[in-house]
């Protein structure tokens, strides 16, 4: 299937590892322009060095921004629209999970939580909705989570602002239409950093990686039996921003290896 991504010029936030580097590694293999940012420079850089020496440095931008800087987000805004010219796709992927229990919770967790969530999708929308607008296949999708439907106790605070943020896409993509589409894919268990950090920290340090996933994915009693892979979700991220795509919005693809419960 031709995406027709070729020439297009997209925005991925979170892009120096997971699946925001997956995403824009696919975007170029599409023939995309990727503009992607983070907030570690030296993973950017490492990412932005292995891009560069596999698709070349003319289709890549990539900067040390965080998403919920306003005024540095704008300033990078600014210079993806000097170098590319406009913008056609927007990537939202910044944010992480936090483990606590509603007892658990600080006050100034909830606010640094709900902060994130919210501000990583309203600065970049603010900052790319004029280019997107003006493209004439302006597309977002966020990276959401499962959690926005079926939320976890030992998770309760990101669970309730990822459900606050599955309603604010919906609203957007009312909003926004026709000249924005507007949609999600909800995540359940992928493969990242995060669960590598919580194998280093495994109780048996005998039980090998292979082992230990596959253990989780037994507890969590997922149907496919493993976890997903980055890619596996960056493909369906890159699906939805194509022009391929162009009779949906307002939607949310689930990868989650069926794990979900909800109808």
């Known amino acids: 299937m031709d995406l027709r991504l070729n ?34 420079a030296e993973r950017l850089e490492a990412a932005k060095i292995g891009l560069v020496a596999d698709f070349g440095e003319e289709r890549i931008l990539a900067e040390a921004v965080s998403v919920l800087d306003e005024a540095a987000f704008g300033g990078f805004a600014e210079r993806v629209l000097a170098r590319f010219g406009g913008v056609d796709a927007l990537i939202n992927n910044a944010g992480q999970g936090r483990v606590s229990t509603f007892a658990s919770t600080t006050d100034e967790a909830w606010r640094e939580e ?12 603010r900052a790319f909705r004029a280019a997107l607008e003006a493209s004439g296949q302006g ?46 894919i909800l995540i359940g268990l992928v493969d990242s950093n995060q669960w590598q950090r919580r194998f280093e920290n495994r109780d048996d340090q005998s039980q090998s990686r292979e082992a230990w996933f596959a253990d989780l994915a037994s507890k969590k009693n997922i149907p496919l039996g493993r976890l997903g892979q980055a890619e ?19 939607a949310y693809l689930e990868i989650s290896g069926g794990v979900s419960r909800f109808v």
């Not at 936030?13 to 570690?40: D, K, P, Q, W, Y």
């Not at 709900?114 to 929308?125: G, H, N």
């Not at 990276?143 to 309730?160: D, G, K, R």
């Not at 960056?234 to 162009?246: E, I, K, M, N, Q």
């Open 232 to 250: 596996e979700a960056a493909r369906a991220l890159v699906f939805l921003a194509s022009p391929a795509a162009s009779y949906i919005t307002g």
């Open 7 to 40: 020439g297009k010029t997209v925005v991925v936030t979170g892009g120096s590892s997971g699946i925001g580097l997956a995403a824009a590694r696919l975007f170029l293999e599409e023939g995309a322009n990727v503009a992607f940012c983070a907030r570690g």
């Open 139 to 184: 597309a977002i999708v966020a990276v959401n989570s499962l959690l926005a439907f079926q939320p976890e106790a030992h998770m309760v605070c990101t669970s309730s602002a990822r459900a606050g943020v599955q309603s604010l896409l919906k609203s957007l993509s009312v909003e926004l239409a026709p000249a924005i589409r507007v949609n999600s």
């Open 114 to 125: 709900l902060e994130l969530k919210y501000f990583s999708q309203i600065y970049p929308v």
